[in-house]
Each structure stands twice: as structure tokens, then as C-alpha cells.
Nanobody, 125 residues
């Protein structure tokens, strides 16, 4: 599986961005997809994930109600819609793939098998 993340950029606080994670080699319906982020000087942290079952999703408390993860099987792409962005959301965002059962939603980075390159999100105050 190869993952390509894009959609990052500079946005003002309270603005919105949509990140995309395009997959090749194997469709994203066959694995869970997660989004993680890493801010300068901090460890990589979980943001959101979607299971093979699109009805099963998980979010970090810090983004609940603001971010939405979704998947378009026809486009082999997983999205992260980010609304009401805050300066503390500034980070490099990574998407990752994890093999598992239909409702499996891993939240630890060590549970993921493949990673895409990051895309930088900068939120100005």
C-alpha cells in the first residue's frame, strides 16, 4: 500500500481545510486508515481513524466535533475535514493504514503498517 497525503496549507484560526489520503496498491476499504499529527518538539499523536466499516470511526478528544474522517471508495481516498481550526492544530499530518478486522480502529501509531508522507497544516491566530 502506498499512501499520499495532501491538502495542507496555511489557514487562519476558525478556518477549514480538507486533507486527502490517496491510496494505491490496495483499496482503503481493505484496511483501517488513521490520521496522526506531529507538532514541532512533540510526539506524534492520534487524530482520527476509520475502520473498514465506514460507520466505525474514532477521534481524539481534542478534535471531536471539529474534525470528520470519511472515505470515498470509488476514489480510493480517505479525507479529514477540519473545521474551526485552532493554532494548536498546527502540525504535520500523516495518514496511515492498518490491517485488521472489519471494525478494527487502531489508535496507536505502532498498530499501523504503512505510512504516507506528511502534509503541513499551519493555523495562524
Amino acid at each position: 500500500v502506498q499512501l499520499q497525503a495532501c491538502g495542507g496549507g496555511l489557514v487562519q484560526a476558525w478556518g477549514s481545510l480538507r486533507l486527502s489520503c490517496a491510496a494505491s496498491g490496495r483499496p482503503p476499504s481493505t484496511y483501517a486508515t488513521g490520521w496522526f499529527r506531529q507538532a514541532p518538539g512533540k510526539e506524534r499523536e492520534f487524530v482520527a481513524a476509520i475502520a473498514r466499516s465506514v460507520s466505525s470511526t474514532e477521534y481524539a478528544d481534542s478534535v471531536k466535533g471539529r474534525f470528520t474522517i470519511s472515505r470515498d471508495n470509488a476514489k480510493n481516498t480517505v479525507y479529514l475535514q477540519m473545521n474551526s481550526l485552532r493554532p494548536e492544530d498546527t502540525a504535520v499530518y500523516y495518514c496511515a493504514a492498518a490491517y485488521g478486522s472489519y471494525y478494527y480502529i487502531p489508535v496507536r501509531s505502532t498498530q499501523y503498517d504503512h505510512w504516507g508522507q506528511g502534509t503541513l497544516v499551519t493555523v495562524s491566530s
